[in-house]
């Protein structure tokens, strides 16, 4: 049973880290523009889209995953310019109504461009699996996600607290007027925020292709959750979004595996099963309401906004 | 032309007899074909569409001698969608024929207006207990199953094979289910564990690793789409594929592509597969495949069937639509040379027919399609057709 549960514990600090590599950008561009992007899962199927393609394409996965990055970078470049940059100083509802609008639209565009069946995604070449228990081939792929993800957010930190752009970033967050002020182009710099955070879900999305499906709308459920981790780790920060995907990720994770067995110990096993999977879906919310029920500014919220 | 016909009818009744049949022969037969032509199931509704349109291609575009005009309708899997589509085809273009229907919920919204309007509905893939035993309609047919039974061919099959311990994995929603039950209802052996999981779970590592640590003698499950697509994968990946996995529209020609290697030797349950022997059935592979460039699974397959039994029913009635009682005496004969062979109605309208096991085979030429393995159920009926009692 150790192993099982090692196996698990695994399972959710990697979808922990898959969620933190969406929402980083979701937060970054929330917490310094006071944007809501809600096409940033978009750009998560984008990044999935393109990866599996340049991977078919090339015959490597690898090289289809770096191929990916410039070209997640630029889509998110292009989407600012034409679409977001006009967003900045209207309210947050035509916000949501026009990255509603983009969502729709790439949704469309990606099933005419790819079809509606789920892409086949080349198996990332050179890893094997190892044993973690009897019976259970564990692919080394997922622990190098959580590899990257663990390294891209000892990357993020490094960038945001110790070099310029990163104090620049910072001040943005706190008063862009005072910013700009003091002669920096802060449109120059919001842009460059938000091709990261586009470059960053498209990361996510290269990474998960071999282990989720590459279906149309993959991104629409990864933003929910992403949502919730970047409330639940307070607006704005990087260390929060950190610690509340791995949060959410081992919840909704070992929720979904123990729940059913916990509750069979007062249910009998037919309702147990029912109710367990049923609570195991609303644990992740449970756990926002219950944070936020005593800290309204989530985890890291109001040190830095 | 309804209103010519009524004209025609009634003030002029002799001359109106003579002209009818003239009018039939040259006026299109009109038929509205509904699916899910978008978003992430829209690969099941463009098997349906291009297995009709195949039908229609080798009757040379007629129906009993009529001209065929389709009209190709997408639900969005939306059923308002669906509805107004619907309503528009039946009181604007004054369809004779609705044929298609991917999922039950589709099916729901548009069954009254259609059935009510005393237009044939043939529905080609879904298939729910609702309109099988007291809730049938003489207007509804469907040339699919009744979705129990492709469940219930798979619990013969864990039956047939001896597994002692199965696992069973399904979506928390309805048909997850209702699939449950189709299993047990063949299969007596013990249930290791029943897991229920979100229609929209992405990763299935926490299921993968809990059969890995019960070690079941099969695992029985039903997920469709990209949750299958998902699954599989996951699945092989965890070297779990020497537990043998008992499915049902989880490895099909919609999913294959997808899938690929991973799915191989996976089973599934079916009522028709594209190495059917027999001419009719390998010229429809060949010419689908020529058309459309991808294989053709069993959703294609029984549109094609629809695009025959409309076609022999025609026939019988001299091409006509308006007498009612005849056309659906016409439909009940199933007079047509189905792809699956034999191919009869029961007394609900839902076929009668034979189900098979299938495998994930990779053909020669490098795609991958389902292969029947054997036949598990002969002349199956479903549960529900002895309730049914058509009124009137």
């Known amino acids: 049973m150790s192993g099982l549960f090692l196996v698990q514990l695994l399972n959710g600090v990697q979808l922990g880290v898959l969620l933190f590599l969406v929402a980083a950008g979701l937060t970054l561009v929330f917490g310094v523009m006071h944007f809501i992007n809600l096409a940033h899962g978009v750009q998560y199927m984008l990044g999935a889209y393109l990866a599996a393609s340049l991977g078919i394409w090339t015959g490597s996965f690898w090289l289809g995953l770096l191929l990916a990055l410039p070209l997640s970078l630029a889509a998110g470049l292009l989407l600012e310019f034409l679409v977001f940059r006009h967003l900045y100083d209207r309210d947050h509802l035509s916000q949501v109504l026009a990255t509603f609008g983009v969502i729709l639209f790439l949704d469309e565009a990606v099933r005419a461009l790819w079809g509606s069946a789920p892409l086949p995604v080349p198996q990332p070449e050179g890893l094997g699996s190892i044993v973690l228990m009897p019976g259970l081939l564990y692919p080394v792929y997922r622990l190098v996600i959580i590899g990257a993800g663990l390294g891209v957010g000892l990357l993020l930190w490094l960038l945001v607290e110790r070099t310029r752009m990163g104090m620049l970033v910072r001040a943005g967050a706190s008063n862009a007027p005072m910013v700009s002020a003091l002669g920096v182009d802060i449109r120059r710099l919001f842009t460059i925020v938000f091709g990261f955070g586009a470059m960053l879900a498209g990361f996510g999305g290269a990474l998960a292709g071999p282990v989720f499906a590459v279906v149309p709308r993959m991104g629409d459920t990864v933003l929910i959750l992403a949502f919730v981790v970047i409330v639940i780790g307070g607006i704005g920060s990087i260390r929060g979004a950190f610690l509340a995907a791995l949060l959410v990720g081992l919840v909704d994770t070992l929720g979904k595996a123990m729940l059913p067995d916990l509750l069979r110990l007062v249910l009998d096993a037919a309702p147990a099963r029912q109710a367990g999977a049923a609570l195991a879906s609303m644990l992740v919310y449970l756990l926002m309401a219950g944070i936020l029920a005593f800290r309204p500014a989530g985890l890291f919220g109001g040190v830095r906004a | ?392």
């Not at chain 2, 309804?2 to 009818?20: C, F, I, Y």
């Not at chain 2, 022997?277 to 029984?302: I, K």
């Open chain 2, 1 to 392: 032309m309804l209103r010519r016909t009524v004209l025609g009818a009634a003030a002029l009744p002799l001359l109106g007899g003579l002209a009818r049949p003239a009018l039939a022969q040259n006026a299109p037969v009109k038929v509205a074909f509904l699916g899910t032509l978008s978003g992430p199931a829209a690969s099941l509704g463009n098997q349906l569409r291009d297995g009709w349109l195949t039908g229609v291609k080798h009757l040379e575009g007629r129906l009993g001698g009529r001209p065929v005009e389709t009209l190709v309708l997408d639900d969005e899997l939306k059923p308002d969608v669906a509805l107004t589509k619907i309503r528009a085809a039946l009181e604007r273009d004054k369809v004779d024929f609705v044929v298609g229907v991917v999922f039950s919920n589709m099916l729901q919204a548009i069954f009254r207006p259609v059935t009510e309007s005393e237009t044939v509905l043939i529905t080609t893939n879904a298939g729910p207990s609702t309109y099988a035993g007291r809730g049938c309609n003489p207007f509804m047919f469907t040339t699919a199953y009744q979705n129990d039974q492709p469940h219930a061919t798979m619990g013969q099959v864990a039956q047939e094979e001896g597994y002692k311990r199965v696992f069973i994995l399904v979506p928390n929603y309805q048909a997850g289910k209702d699939a449950v039950n189709g299993f047990k209802s063949r299969f007596k052996g013990e249930v290791v564990d029943e897991v229920y999981v979100p229609l929209n779970q992405l990763d299935f590592s926490a299921e993968v690793a809990r059969i890995a640590a019960l070690k079941p003698d099969a695992i029985f499950t039903f997920m469709p789409g990209g949750l299958g697509v998902n699954l599989v994968r996951q699945y092989r990946q965890a070297g779990l594929a020497n537990i043998p996995f008992l499915s049902t529209f989880t490895v099909d020609e919609a999913t294959l592509p997808a899938q690929q290697d991973a799915a191989l030797g996976f089973f599934t349950a079916a009522t028709w597969a594209p190495d059917f022997p027999g001419e009719a059935s390998q010229r429809f592979v060949r010419d689908f495949e020529a058309a459309y460039n991808y294989v053709p699974g069993n959703y294609a397959a029984q549109s094609y069937d629809a695009a025959l039994l409309i076609d022999s029913a025609l026939k019988a009635t001299g091409g006509r639509t308006s007498d009612k009682p005849a056309l659906r005496a016409a439909l009940e004969k199933a007079d047509f040379p189905s792809l699956r062979g034999r191919f009869a109605f029961g007394r609900n309208h839902y076929p009668v027919q034979d189900f098979w096991l299938c495998k994930v085979v990779k053909r020669p030429d490098g795609k991958f399609a389902t292969a029947t393995v054997r036949k598990v159920l002969e002349n199956d009926t479903d549960p529900y057709a002895g309730e049914c009692r058509f009124r009137g």
